[in-house]
């Protein structure tokens, strides 16, 4: 009998999407280029299954039934560009691939355009959840050729998470739109990682919580609105004792690693011209942490003035999940306003209530957070800003205070919270009417003649002003808002 689908790529998540797939009844041939890597699965966690072992790419594609299925589990760039090269002498028509790694959007695009040409569907899905995720459920992103969906579908619906008895995975839109929602989604992880991470260093540098202390605070927050993954796991991590009896946490240098998706989803956002503000400073923050050794120089030329917290430390501690609850708002009200402006772009035909939903389960930012999102687009899918919906005007409105007090009690003691506050100037900047870009024009115009409007002229009537009495009155051809 052959199999349903192969798989290529025997990494952590590659080894616990087959071993999903084989425990939901699909028979699945696997292919590693380091083949003794194939043996150690068969002989060890795959033991006692129906999966296949393959030694070569020939004898991978021969091993399942038609249309063949290969999944492709590999790091993203010129790897996956070489399996591809390397399938195509080996595939029919009709045929699929499924890349399942985190590439580039644009990348995805350009792979399923070049191999419609070629008679072969692709597919390509983010994937997340790691390694739990990708064993007992992730959230799986499918785009690309919408021809392959219906083969793929019962697969990968059946292997995603599921909630409230619908699985964590649909359709989301053509060409590179699968890996596009991914993108987004590891840039809204930067960002939900940040803010817990700000908040972590207010409660215990600032007001001189121990990890046990956080622990049990951290699982009341997973009670309330700010239940969520990311939540329940960091409860977990100031639990965890170190071989010293020491809380792990404090033994851990303080360096973070990134591995390129929320820079991605920065840049895009350049491209766009959308303001992603706490998304970058997540990234920005992670780039900073990784300076370590010239922060120890810093820290030593450029002492902190002694400060130390004297208020209400219950009131304080409320003002911090405030501030952690809007910005965590804001994180995700950008990130859907990116997707907004990328699906007229880039013609995506996005479905923002269904990405909510398809975010429930499985994936890193799962929290319940995400069924008021999905509740906001259901009753507007025109919404242009999740801050406009009622539900989020009124949770924002509640936060407000605590949030501001959060920020200063950073200034105060001079604890960075980049993220906190770079969320809270884009919300007042976002509902400021007036904003100080008149005077930014004025002075564009004055040193380059770039034109600007007037408030009592119609929109798209450009104005240009000798400022000197020396320019004259040609002005630049360009004007881009």
């Not at 798989?7 to 028979?27: E, S, T």
């Not at 739990?132 to 793929?152: D, F, L, Q, T, Y």
Request: glycine share 10%; net charge negative.
């Amino acid at each position: 009998m052959k199999a349903n689908i192969g798989l290529i790529g025997l990494a952590v998540m590659g080894q616990n999407l087959v071993l999903n797939m084989n425990d939901h009844g699909f028979k699945v041939a696997v292919y590693n280029r380091t083949t003794s890597k194939v043996d150690e699965f068969l002989q060890g966690p795959a033991k006692a299954t129906a999966i296949i072992g393959t030694r070569s790419l020939e004898e991978l594609v021969n091993s399942l039934e038609t249309p063949r299925i290969i999944m492709l589990m590999v790091k993203a760039g010129s790897v996956v560009d070489q399996y591809i090269n390397d399938l195509l002498p080996l595939l029919s028509h009709d045929d699929i691939i499924i890349d399942g790694g985190n590439s580039l959007f644009t990348d995805t695009h350009c792979r399923t355009q070049f191999l419609k040409e070629k008679g072969i569907l692709y597919i390509g899905t983010g994937v997340s959840g790691g390694e739990e995720g990708a064993r007992h459920g992730p959230s799986i992103m499918p785009g690309g050729n919408k021809a392959a969906w219906p083969k793929v579908k019962p697969i990968l619906q059946a292997i995603s998470a599921q909630v409230e008895g619908q699985p964590c995975c649909e359709w989301v839109g053509d060409n590179g739109a699968g890996h596009y929602v991914k993108m987004v989604h590891n840039g809204i992880e930067y960002g939900d990682m940040q803010l817990i991470g700000e908040a972590y260093q207010l409660l215990s540098e600032g007001l001189g919580m121990t990890a046990d202390e956080l622990h049990t605070l951290f699982s009341v927050w997973n009670q309330g609105e700010l239940s969520s993954y990311l939540i329940e796991i960091t409860a977990d991590i100031f639990a965890y004792k170190d071989e010293d009896g020491r809380p792990l946490v404090n033994n851990i240098l303080d360096a973070a690693g990134q591995k390129g998706t929320g820079k991605w989803t920065g840049i895009n956002a350049l491209e766009l011209g959308i303001p992603l503000t706490l998304i970058v400073e997540s990234v920005f923050a992670r780039s900073l942490s990784a300076q370590k050794e010239e922060r120890v120089q810093a820290a030593r030329r450029l002492p902190k003035h002694a400060h130390t917290f004297s208020g209400d430390r219950h009131a304080m501690i409320n003002a911090i999940r405030q501030a952690l609850y809007a910005s965590k708002i804001i994180s995700y009200a950008q990130g859907f306003r990116l997707m907004r402006e990328a699906s007229r772009e880039y013609q995506m035909a996005l479905n923002y209530g269904e990405i909510a939903l398809m975010w429930r389960g499985g994936c890193i930012i799962r929290s319940r957070f995400l069924n008021d999102i999905k509740h906001a687009f259901d009753a507007n899918p025109d919404l242009v800003n999740l801050l406009l919906d009622d539900f989020f005007i009124d949770a924002i409105k509640q936060a407000d205070q605590g949030w501001r007090q959060a920020i200063m009690l950073g200034i105060e003691l001079g604890i960075p919270a980049p993220a906190f506050s770079a969320a809270l100037s884009y919300y007042d900047g976002y509902r400021t009417e007036r904003l100080p870009a008149n005077l930014l024009q004025a002075q564009r115009d004055y040193f380059g003649a770039h034109t600007y409007e007037r408030v009592d002229q119609p929109r798209g009537q450009f104005f240009h002003t000798d400022w000197t009495g020396r320019g004259g009155k040609t002005s630049a051809s360009t004007y881009t808002v």
